[in-house]
């Protein structure tokens, strides 16, 4: 085992701050006011180990307060774009020869310093993207996971012949290792500017790759801000690569690249396919077939049977449908519910939404806005169609506020095949549908081109073990909200219009961003 092996201990999920104390409250309020001054700064492209500014910039704002500057971003070119891949190849060749156990080392000491300075970067989330604070602090604290996670995961990949030696031949010395594949696409969302994007990110990184990273354009403050913590901790030049841009002069360009080697990519159905198709066309000069790593988003529900405990239905419903404004691709944002008890839920669901406040995640409200002016366009567009498909319960509008402002909707009554309940909406509304018995929610559950995740609430465990069986899903959770997937005891992905199954954060992950090698010499 390696020196630095030994130094870290068992991985442990990073915990979540109770902002009920005063001391975290207090803590928390002086982030955000210490953040707050800082926006509006202009932002550079970082390549290698220079600094680009250029005059076009992506202007982000703040989703809940629409006239707030966050950052001013340099936009990259396609040229720049062959610049950063040039510098990234160069890195690669140096950076695959470092030890395994050195690359874990910047992972750790960046996890360290990201635990410092936690409410800074959740204040930043909170700003940029409308998080309110717990959406914030989870999402800080599983970037943290991801560095800690994927650091001891390398380690132990790098010692697999010790740890799953490969059958025995006489004569012969057999060995498994895992290569890295080369320079790498990161093209990530909005919805975890922080988790997702560094997770990814680093993942890649500590496998022995070089990256070029486009963040999503509505989030690229909060990117940069990590790419300077890498840069903090020593990461060396031209491994990391920062370059916004459009999603075709930029993310198309980098998909097409024929030395592009792998695409890592987290966002909606539609960028997901089309970079799958794009990756799969050989350009000239492409010698190899690009890998796509791909997490697209999904039609989430919870299905809840006569058996269940119907409180805590209602309350994960609540939760799995709104939580981040249902802008998670976990989102709940369908429940199927067995006839003899739906009204009792549908009641109970109702009373919990109607207790939701909108406002400013600033100020912590349980429900803000979402993302952009596209998005609401998009989500309101949705409850129209809604309102022919089912019985409006809460919601419906725009709400108040300086922002992208809607109240959380529920609608009741939706038939199983309405727009609203197989088509993924990225907001806060929800659909609630009747089924005649708990194997036909199953049923509905799985009529979906996606699977992601579900939950089933139930009480007998031989319907819980015919629904572990029979729900079709990368996450499936019981008695629980189908949302809030933990690093290493939750690995996260899912079937189908979903993804590839990437299973970020468990045990197979690294293998994505590797490739193994058999070496097989005559011992002596």
Not at 476 to 486: E, P, S
Request: proline share 4%.
């Amino acid at each position: 085992m390696t020196t630095t092996a030994k130094k870290l201990s068992e991985f442990k999920n990073e915990p979540f701050t109770n902002f009920s104390t005063n001391e975290n409250k207090q803590a928390m309020e002086h982030a955000l006011a210490k953040v707050s001054k800082e926006l509006g700064r202009e932002i550079p492209l970082y390549i290698g180990s220079e600094k680009i500014s250029t005059d076009e910039k992506i202007i982000s704002i703040n989703p809940g307060n629409i006239d707030q500057i966050i950052g001013k971003v340099s936009k990259g070119t396609s040229k720049i774009v062959d610049s950063a891949m040039n510098v990234a190849l160069e890195a690669f060749e140096s950076w695959k020869q470092v030890p395994a156990a050195e690359r874990a080392d910047y992972l750790v000491r960046a996890a360290a310093l990201l635990r410092e300075r936690k409410h800074e970067f959740s204040s930043l989330l909170v700003l940029e993207t409308g998080k309110n604070w717990a959406e914030a602090d989870a999402d800080t604290a599983e970037a943290i996971d991801f560095f800690e996670f994927y650091a001891r995961e390398m380690i132990r990949l790098s010692e697999t012949s010790i740890h799953r030696p490969l059958t025995k031949i006489e004569g012969e010395n057999n060995q498994m290792t895992y290569i890295p594949l080369g320079v790498g696409v990161i093209i990530s969302p909005f919805n975890f500017p922080l988790a997702i994007m560094a997770g990814t990110t680093v993942a890649a990184i500590v496998s022995g790759n070089t990256v070029i990273l486009k963040p999503a354009d509505t989030a690229p403050v909060i990117a940069a801000k990590f790419v300077e913590l890498m840069k903090e901790v020593g990461l060396p030049d031209g491994v990391l690569n920062y370059v916004p841009g459009d999603g075709i002069e930029v993310g198309e360009y980098l998909v097409e690249h024929p030395k592009t080697r792998f695409i890592s990519f987290t966002g909606s159905r539609a960028v997901g396919c089309r970079i799958y198709e794009r990756a799969s066309k050989v350009q000239p000069d492409q010698i190899w077939l690009k890998r796509v790593i791909a997490e697209m988003g999904g039609k989430d529900g919870v299905v809840v049977d006569e058996t269940a405990d119907i409180d805590a239905a209602a309350k994960a419903i609540v939760a799995s449908a709104f939580g981040y404004q249902g802008q998670k691709c976990s989102a709940g944002s369908r429940a199927i519910i067995v006839e003899s008890v739906y009204d009792q839920v549908v009641e109970k669901v109702t009373s919990l939404v109607s207790q939701l406040e909108v406002g400013a995640p600033a100020e912590n409200y349980p429900v803000g806005p979402v993302i952009d002016q596209k998005s609401f366009d998009k989500v309101m567009s949705y409850i129209e169609i809604g309102k022919s498909e089912g019985r409006l319960l809460n919601g419906g509008n725009k709400a108040d506020g300086n922002g992208y402002y809607i109240q959380p909707t529920v609608f009741a009554d939706v038939a199983p095949k309405a727009r609203i309940m197989q088509e993924e909406i990225f907001g806060p509304v929800l659909a609630l549908a009747k089924a005649k018995d708990w194997q036909e929610a199953i049923a509905i559950y799985n009529d979906t081109d996606y699977g992601l995740t579900g939950a089933y609430f139930s009480s007998s465990e031989e319907r819980i073990s015919f629904a572990l069986d029979h729900m079709h899903c990368g996450n499936l959770y019981i008695n629980k909200k189908c949302t809030g997937a933990l690093v290493g005891a939750q690995p996260f992905g899912g079937f189908n219009m979903s993804g590839t199954d990437s299973k970020a954060g468990g045990y197979d992950y690294l293998l994505l961003f590797t490739q193994g090698k058999l070496t097989s010499r005559v011992s002596k």
